[in-house]
């Protein structure tokens, strides 16, 4: 059977790490961090903090800031508004800062942002979305494809035929975009005989859990959900199974297998009570930390070019002049759920 793709809310549309001076894709730079803050003050705005994965990079930032030897301003929450996002990013600039990271929460929308900042001689890193346009110095990111095809990899080790559901996030941010489509590019591809059924809840509990409760009274034989934010829509999607008697744990023949996306301390301790089945990691550290990194090479006028780094990661260009520290995002199974290296594990 090929495989179907059902829109069960209609989708939103969006609207070498090497320092070109020393020709180097290494990161040989010592730790910064004992030799002071340097450069000027760093703004850095987050999309929300209704997350406990935005919550652990909001606590990261100041940490990470300081390591790199980065004087930070306290980060600056939009509220899942990017009108709001905007208006911040306004505010830090007319306060004088001489560096932006920025999570745009809409890919399109922020570019009004980075212009101004532009405008202004601000260099900007992005972190965890890229933007549709405008001038960023770096782009911190996991691959957000690899999301979506470890997430499918997952769920169609266990699930060959039936019906699945991946929870999307916001389809106006490019990750949104990238997980569901590799999503269902995977399942098309490698498992035929699955059926996916759609659920646009823009990065909320609350349309994950009104979408579940509609799609799961309409299709009680679904096999598995993808969550592609399991720090938003872990819990509103395991009180939606169990709303619908439909919730059992890993290893029942009626357990609904469930993947997620984020690698918090909540997943993590779900897979070890075996209520989840997987998670894929995303860095919530690191991003902190390369974010940090990036943007104080480039208040120091440092440019940069594709290839690999010393952090694991490799730097892609991914259209013309957008350069993305694309960092590893691993999957956490029951296997490898208490190392050490997992950031979740270590808060």
Known sequence: MRTRVIKVAAAATALGLALSACGSTKDNTAAPGAGGAQGGKVGATI?????????AYNNYVPQKAKEQGVDALPTVNADSDPAKQITDINTLLNQGIKGLVVTPLDSAAVVAG????????????????APEGGKVAMVVRADNKAYGTKA???????????????????????NGRDRSEA????????????QVLEISAEWKADKASSGLDSLLTANPDIKAVYMQAGGVYLAPT????????LYFPVGDPKHVVLVSNDGIPQELAAIRAGELDATVSQPADDYAKYGMYWIRKAMAGETFKAG????GSTVVEVRRGILEDQLPAPVVTKDNVDDKALWGNNL
Do not use: Y
């Open 152 to 174: 499918c990899e997952a769920i169609g080790a266990k699930v060959s035929s039936g019906k699945v559901v991946q929870v999307m996030g916001d389809l106006a941010s490019v």
């Open 47 to 55: 999309p929300l903090l209704t997350s406990p994965f935005w919550q």
């Open 183 to 194: 999503f269902r590019e995977c399942m098309k591809a490698k498992f035929p005989g699955v």
């Open 308 to 311: 690999p780094t010393d952090h």
């Open 238 to 245: 395991q009180q939606a199974l169990k709303r619908k008697n």
């Open 114 to 129: 980075l212009k101004a900042a532009e405008n202004k001689g601000v260099p900007v890193v992005a972190v965890d979305v």
